[in-house]
């Protein structure tokens, strides 16, 4: 494979006010990642000749079974799939965003996250794709290329599948999938890969709430079993801590003395010794649902005595 390497001027700071490089790689793990802070992008790499444009499946605020492409006014247009509706299911959406520039020269675009909920937009100066994703949230998208027509008879996974069809007395594929081979979704042609989006946040977009809790307690057991249910927003929870508060009892006439205890750790989705967890549905919270107590249970909570 040929590389081609740009170099490029620092860019402005803007946290500090001084420079720093317009690409960064950053180690993670054993692996490292490139963070570009140019304004555009270059492409630093000779690009596949055959690629017309970038395909996504499954874009946040594009609905299933519909299409977004560039429209004659330069806007992203979404509309219903003109695909083989039996294809629809595996594909969810598919937004097609050509590259500009003659080869090896490409446009690349830029994949910007923005809070919310909407439709994606395009800016087609800036060669920005934005896509709108709500706080806590993460969707996988597929990324492939779409072909140029009359691509597919110069391409030998192509050639081998009419040959191998031939062999068994098969007709050639119609048009239909013609079609989404020249779309860049079939995956020996032109495979796709996963980018996950995330929205990550510093905390729940939701507090817990816990609406009802029932503690069972047998008498000669050291602890108590614990159900009940507790509404939470799920995607951006990571786990549930119960802490409890209590007063025990003393000599009569004296008060109280006043105790608190970590209960129990949950994560979400939680085990099937802890509960279950509901999707809210309609805009409603997501419940976890703690219990009922069963022999093996860990929603409990112990206290080492039988008092």
């Known amino acids: 494979m040929i590389r081609a390497t740009v170099q490029l001027a620092g860019v402005t700071n803007p946290f500090t006010g001084g420079t720093r490089p317009a690409v960064e790689n950053v180690a993670s793990g054993t692996s490292t990642y490139p963070i570009h802070h140019e304004a555009s992008l270059l492409l630093p790499y000779l690009p596949d000749p055959l690629a ?53 020269l490409l446009t690349p675009l830029l994949l910007q996250l923005t809070e919310g909920d909407g439709p994606p937009t395009w800016d087609p100066s800036a060669r920005v794709l934005t896509v709108r994703l709500p706080k806590g949230t993460t969707a996988t998208v597929r990324l492939s290329c779409a072909l140029p027509e009359g691509a597919l008879d110069l391409l030998g996974q192509w050639g081998w599948l009419l040959e191998d069809r031939a062999a068994q007395g098969q007709p050639p594929p119609d048009a239909a999938f013609a ?64 802490i409890a508060s209590w007063t025990d009892p003393t000599r009569p006439g004296q008060p109280g003395i006043p105790a608190t205890a970590h209960v129990l750790e949950a994560p979400l989705p939680p085990g099937a010794d802890i509960g279950e967890l ?5 805009g409603a919270p997501d419940v976890l649902v703690l219990g009922p107590p069963a022999d093996g249970q860990r929603a409990h909570q112990e206290f080492g005595d039988t008092r």
């Open 278 to 282: 509901n999707p809210g549905t309609g």
């Open 52 to 104: 017309v444009a970038a395909v996504l499946c499954g874009l946040p605020g594009v609905p299933a079974g519909h299409q977004a492409d560039i429209g004659a006014g330069a806007s992203l247009v979404i509309a219903p799939s003109d695909l083989d509706p039996a294809a629809l299911p595996a594909l969810g959406s598919v937004t097609k965003i050509p590259f500009t520039g003659s080869w090896p």
């Open 179 to 242: 079609e989404l081979a020249l779309r860049g979704l079939t995956w020996p042609l032109t495979p796709f890969r996963e980018i996950t989006l995330v929205h990550a946040c510093q905390q729940p977009t939701l507090d817990p709430d816990i609406t009802t809790l029932t503690a069972a307690r047998m008498p000669g057991y050291t602890g108590a079993a614990l159900s009940g249910r507790i509404t939470l927003d799920a995607d951006s929870t990571a786990k549930i801590d119960l």
